[in-house]
Each structure stands twice: as C-alpha cells, then as structure tokens.
C-alpha cells in the first residue's frame, strides 16, 4: 500500500507541474481559450513599412491591443487589429506606424479623434501614416531631390 501512495503523490505532482507549464505557456503567449476580451478593426496604409503579426498597437504610450494581420488589398497594406474590449476608438482617430527607437521595433500608435461615433467591431481606421521610410528620404536627399 506504501508503493502506491508514492507512486500516486509521484503521478499528482507530475501533472500539477503539466498544468502550470500549460497554464504559464497559454498566459505568456497571450491566448485565450475561452471568450475574446478583444474586438477587430481593421486600417490600409500605403506602405505597411515592416509592421508584422504580434506587433503592438498603443495610445498614448499604453498597450491596447495587437497587430493580428498584414495582408495586401488594391495595392495597399490592410493591417487587422485586436483592440481590448475596454478601449474605445473614435471613427476618426488616426492610425500611424511608428518605430520604438532609431533601428528598433515597429508598433502602431493610435491617435484619438474627437469624435462621439465610436468604432465597433470590423471597423475601420480611415486617418492613415505610413512608415516613414529612411532609405527613400536618404536617397532623395543624395540625388537632390528634397
């Protein structure tokens, strides 16, 4: 009776450290198994500038959502977004990709508007900045074309 006592206490904490790994690998990677907390808006950029998948989305400096998808549509860059539940974003508020330092990471920034409509699910964000690219800026310059 002794061996299976151990063996059960062996088994118990075997799946107790199963299940916090699974529990920490599901928090970590930000999913979410039951219900969404989130809501998608969408918004087309001319040039998406190297914004990817998992990138943040901000206002005023706190994170709000994520980038979910970049795809391509008439020749200009649909970026899909998944924004918290608890942030509202007016329909004119504007949407600029920007960079987290010089050489750093790519994020989008909203900019509230002022307006009362509020986006709701599968909106769009009609206001656009593209990234502003340093190679083409450069370029001009050299060529004397600024």
């Keep these: 009776m002794k061996k299976f006592d151990l063996e059960f206490a062996v088994g118990l904490f075997v799946l107790a450290g199963f299940l916090s790994l699974v529990y920490l690998s599901i928090q970590l990677g930000g999913l979410e198994l039951v219900g969404t907390n989130y809501y998608i808006i969408t918004a087309e950029f001319e040039k998406a500038g190297g ?34 539940k608890d942030v509202q974003i007016q329909e004119d508020a504007i ?25 709701a699910e599968g909106g769009k964000i009609r206001e656009t900045e593209s ?16």
């Design 95 to 119: 949407a600029s990709i920007k960079t987290k330092g010089i050489i750093g990471e790519k994020y989008i920034q909203i900019t509230p508007g002022g307006s009362e409509k509020i986006l």
């Design 131 to 146: 990234a502003l690219d340093l190679e083409e800026l450069l370029s001009k310059y050299i060529f004397g074309k600024i």
């Design 51 to 84: 914004i990817k998948p998992g990138a943040t989305v901000e206002i005023a400096g706190v994170e709000v959502g994520k980038v979910k998808k970049v795809s391509l549509k008439n020749y200009q860059a649909v970026v899909y977004m998944s924004i918290k």
